[in-house]
């Protein structure tokens, strides 16, 4: 039973383009996380998502991000017109269904570097 | 408002010796709690979690933790460290939807 699959885990974007993450989560897995990390910082919650729902966006930043979880593939996390200070680790979590939060699945993350 | 603190943003201490990483949490009903683990560049692996019950929890590799309500907090422990436990360790507090990270604690172990 593979783990949650992020990627790319490392993708470095020129100011001004776009970003796109993606997490696929655990097989049987329906919500999704988003999480950041900046260096010398814990995770900072981003958005928590069920399958073709976006259930609390409140850790998201209200322009440039977004954030999704399609009835087939992987959730998207996409930054457009990346800045300097969007250079962070992003992980994606999973959670089996039941009780969300009871448990999460974390992948290895992406790091994202903006020049 | 929720929170959760690790006070102590680096430790230092020699293989074989114990080990006690503090978290204190604010939070207005009985949390959940977890600590996990991050070895450089990868995800969180959960340690151990506790939702009710006996406040003593014993997680994986050897790490417990006990949840005192009266201190808000729930410290992690291990009686004889390994050089192998050298990682950042994060408190974490469940409340509704979203799990709250603590800043993290660097652990050193020294030979």
């Known amino acids: 039973n593979a783990g949650v699959m992020q990627n790319p885990r490392h993708l470095v974007r020129r100011r001004g383009q776009e970003a796109r993450l993606r997490c696929s989560p655990m097989?049987?897995?329906?919500?999704v996380y988003w999480y950041r990390q900046l260096p010398e910082e814990g995770l900072k919650f981003m958005v928590y998502?069920?399958?073709?729902?976006?259930?609390?966006e409140s850790g998201m930043p209200k322009e440039r991000f977004s954030a999704e979880f399609p009835k087939e593939g992987p959730s998207i996390l996409r930054i457009q017109q990346v800045v300097r200070g969007d250079s962070a680790a992003y992980f994606c979590?999973?959670?089996?269904?039941?009780?969300?939060?009871?448990?999460?699945?974390f992948g290895s993350g992406t790091q994202l570097s903006v020049l | 408002a929720q929170s959760v603190t690790q006070p102590d943003i680096h430790i230092t201490v020699s293989e074989g010796a114990s080990l006690e990483l503090r978290c204190n949490y604010s939070?207005?009903?009985?949390?959940?709690l977890f600590w996990y683990v991050q070895s450089p560049g990868q995800g969180l692996q959960l340690l151990l979690k506790?939702?009710?019950?006996?406040?003593l929890v014993q997680g994986i590799k050897g790490f417990e933790a006990e949840f005192k309500r009266s201190q808000s907090s729930f410290n992690l422990r291990k009686p004889s460290v390994h050089w192998s436990d050298a990682a950042e360790y994060f408190c974490?507090?469940?409340?509704?939807?979203?799990?709250?990270f603590g800043a993290g604690t660097r652990l050193f172990v020294k030979a």
């Open positions: 506790y939702f009710s019950g006996d406040t």
């Open positions: 998502l069920q399958k073709e729902n976006i259930i609390d």
């Open positions: 974490a507090l469940t409340g509704g939807f979203k799990t709250i």
């Open positions: 097989k049987g897995h329906s919500h």
């Open positions: 979590a999973s959670s089996p269904e039941g009780v969300p939060n009871e448990k999460l699945f």
């Open positions: 939070y207005g009903a009985t949390p959940y």
